[in-house]
């Protein structure tokens, strides 16, 4: 967990290192599910080339206290 105190941009590395997670969750668990990679963020997650394609879904504080 890390705190920002403006929106997500995720960098190459971050991409990379959330891809070898999952892959790594997907070997371990020995899962046939799909798994959907959410982010839970305060100010949301800027949409760049590194986060098209790799998260699926986004929740913000404002979500959980609706």
């Known amino acids: 967990m890390k705190f920002y105190n403006s929106e997500?941009?995720?960098t190459e590395a971050d991409a990379n290192d959330l891809r070898k997670k999952?892959?790594?969750f997907l070997k371990v668990s020995h899962?046939?599910?799909?798994?959907?990679?959410?982010?839970?963020t305060t100010f949301g997650l800027k949409q760049n080339i590194h986060s098209l394609?790799?998260?699926?879904?986004?929740?913000t504080l404002d979500d959980l206290f609706e």
């Open 53 to 59: 394609g790799l998260v699926e879904k986004v929740l």
């Open 8 to 10: 997500v941009s995720l």
């Open 22 to 24: 999952l892959q790594v």
């Open 31 to 40: 899962t046939r599910k799909y798994l959907m990679l959410t982010m839970l």
